[in-house]
């Protein structure tokens, strides 16, 4: 009797949907220090895609908190390793910390290999901090 509930249950599951993957490349903002001058962003990327990234350099555009634009720079994450996880952080000159508002990613400036999932596909783009939003 049991086998017989089973076999259902068991066909259930199988024609359920699978998960959506993962996104291939994930960048999170997660910390904004003040530095003589300057602001440093610190941003963890994680490389989920089965290929190394050799470079990936992001074109940004950094936002007062009145909306008005304070910076356009490029951030070079250099290497992603498959399935790591990297640290990179930047020192924007004249930036006050407190007064950032939001930051676009405003596209892949450059990527290689140039076909590699993490270069094709949408980053997942986040902030820890409550303070300033992070766009794509």
Do not use: K, Y
Not at 11 to 29: K, Q
Not at 33 to 49: E, M, S
Not at 54 to 64: A, H, I, P
Not at 111 to 127: H, N, Q, R, V, Y
Request: aromatic content about 2%.
């Amino acid at each position: 009797m049991a086998s017989r509930l089973l076999t259902p249950l068991i066909c259930l599951g199988l024609s359920l949907p699978l998960p959506a993957s993962a996104d291939p490349v994930r960048l999170e903002l997660n910390a904004l220090h003040p530095r003589d001058g300057a602001c440093q962003l610190v941003f963890v990327a994680q490389n989920d895609a089965e290929t190394d990234l050799s470079r990936l350099v992001l074109e940004s555009v950094l936002f007062d908190r009145s909306g008005g634009v304070a910076a356009l720079t490029l951030l070079d994450l250099q290497d992603l390793p498959a399935g790591h996880m990297r640290v990179r952080s930047f020192e924007i000159n004249g930036l006050a910390c407190d007064g950032l508002g939001r930051v676009l990613i405003n596209g892949v400036n450059d990527c290689a290999p140039a076909d590699a999932e993490g270069c094709t596909e949408a980053l997942a783009i986040t902030s820890r901090l409550d303070a300033v939003e992070v766009l794509q």
